[in-house]
């Protein structure tokens, strides 16, 4: 049975005044412009992989926006003759500091406007990444929205529900989003207010120097009365700009999520049978147009990772 390469990689891009420029790099192994990406190593998901990739091969710091694209495509086997499949996944990743400096695997970097960049790279699998990129604008505000991590059967618990706290594969799904959360740069955090879900992104309150703010309509008791309610609160907080953290609960998240791309037209390509997926210790990485004048928040692309342990990717294609 042949082994699946797995790889991720990101369209870097940055301000340069009005204008957005993309870097290509040039790897004198392959003699190609390409987008910077990379092997997975053991224990990554493709976003630490993505974002290490790019800081090894550009030298710079990123932070990741919406999920792009996969490509796929046979390579030579290292075992034997014939070939195997290799699939890259593809994020939009900010550069926020960092200079390049040539390296074993990459001896230039070039930034370029989108539309000389596409002219500029081999492989046609790269201009369908960087078309997808263009699809929409830059500057969009990230909504992590979280189903906190797994708790424990309710039925096993003979305290308050409230205060049920997660178990020890919840821990370890929590130590890994906060480690995974923390690539997409958030800047607050908010909960329902539960324990598990207060828990499950405590660590990431932490990092961004922080606490967790409960969110009453965000939970199933509070959302429920009057969902408009929680989707207009939830579109408060993607109005307020940068990039918030929030967790909430199974019964919460699929209408949400629902609600919010029936209303803006986005397509949820990871339901499956008009289902909404919200498995414990998943996130949806909500990109919103921030308000203008006129109208407020917009959605414009769902991506939805099912895990943050290791080799998952979103259900996108």
Not at 15 to 32: I, M, N, Q, S, W
Not at 136 to 156: F, Q, S
Request: charged share 25%; proline share 8%.
């Amino acid at each position: 049975m042949t082994q699946e390469v797995r790889a991720a990689g990101a369209v870097l891009w940055r301000r340069a005044g009005r204008a957005t420029e993309v870097a290509l790099v040039h790897r004198p192994r392959y003699g190609d412009w390409s987008l910077p990406k990379g092997k997975l190593d053991p224990g990554e998901t493709i976003a630490e992989a993505a974002v290490r990739e790019v800081r090894e091969e550009t030298g710079f710091t990123v932070v990741l926006g919406r999920y792009l694209a996969r490509t796929e495509y046979p390579v030579p086997s290292r075992h034997g003759s014939g070939t195997v499949p290799k699939t890259v996944d593809y994020f939009a990743a900010e550069a926020v500091s960092g200079e390049f400096v040539a390296n074993d695997e990459v001896d230039e970097l070039r930034w370029l406007e989108p539309t000389a960049a596409e002219k500029a790279l081999t492989r046609p699998e790269d201009v369908r990444v960087l078309r997808a990129f263009c699809e929409l604008p830059m500057g969009l505000t990230t909504v992590l929205l979280v189903r906190h991590a797994k708790a424990g059967k309710r039925d096993a618990w003979s305290g308050d529900d409230d205060l049920r706290p997660l178990s020890e594969a919840g821990l370890r799904q929590a130590a890994a989003l906060r480690r995974v959360l923390g690539l997409f740069g958030p800047d607050r955090v908010l909960s329902a207010p539960r324990l598990r879900c207060v828990q499950t992104v405590h660590g990431v309150a932490e990092d961004a120097g922080g606490e967790v703010r409960h969110e009453p309509l965000l939970s199933e008791e509070g959302y429920w009365p009057d969902p408009v309610l929680g989707v207009a609160r939830l579109l408060a907080v993607a109005g307020d700009g940068g990039t918030p953290v929030v967790c909430s609960q199974g019964g919460v998240i699929p209408d949400l999520v629902s609600a919010l791309a029936d209303r803006d037209g986005v397509e949820l390509s990871a339901a499956r049978g008009g289902v909404v997926p919200s498995k414990k210790g998943s996130f949806w990485v909500l990109s919103f147009r921030p308000p203008t004048a006129e109208e407020g928040p917009l959605l414009l692309a769902a991506d939805y990772h099912p895990s943050a342990l290791p080799a998952p990717s979103p259900s996108r294609p």
